[in-house]
């Protein structure tokens, strides 16, 4: 039987979308079960985004391991860039976990609902190949033990990726 992590799942959308809300957000740090999340700054100020030169940063983390960094522009202004990366937690085939594809769907699935970037990006395996990617339709990256980590750049209208 399949054991659902969807309220986890939800936990961390929930934290992202508090942080994509809320213009000068207070750093945290949250966890709920295997799952953390961690709204920060680099600098000291308690407030993320109160300066001009205060960066933020947004961390989804699987026991442990950062499985999703999203960069703040200076002044808490937008989404700078997104990282996702597989978190260590492999399939016998070399394929990051359902756990950490279902954290990481949820995740893109905000940013797609907030218009960040596209809507429908997913961390999925294709059926015909086997392989682990992110991405949408005919554009996508490689996600696996030897890709670990796909870089998307915020733009509502068209996906952009990098590896």
Not at 153 to 163: C, G, T, Y
């Amino acid at each position: 039987m399949t054991r659902s992590n969807r309220s986890l799942t939800q936990f961390a959308v929930d934290q992202l979308k508090d942080a994509l809300n809320n213009p000068f957000p207070l750093r945290s740090l949250s966890q709920a079960g295997n799952t953390r999340v961690e709204l920060g700054a680099n600098d000291t100020d308690a407030t993320c985004g109160h300066t001009l030169a205060s960066r933020c940063f947004l961390t989804v983390s699987l026991h442990g391991k950062e499985i999703v960094k999203i960069w703040f522009s200076a002044g808490y202004l937008s989404v700078e860039s997104i990282f996702l990366y597989a978190g260590d937690f492999y399939d016998s085939k070399g394929r990051p976990s359902r756990t950490t594809r279902e954290r990481l769907n949820g995740i893109l699935d905000a940013l797609g609902e907030a218009e960040v970037i596209p809507k429908g990006v997913r961390a999925f395996i294709d059926s015909e190949t086997g392989q682990s990617r992110i991405g949408k339709g005919s554009k996508y990256r490689a996600f696996d033990a030897t890709h670990e980590r796909v870089g998307l750049f915020p733009d509502k209208n068209r996906l952009e990726i990098s590896q």
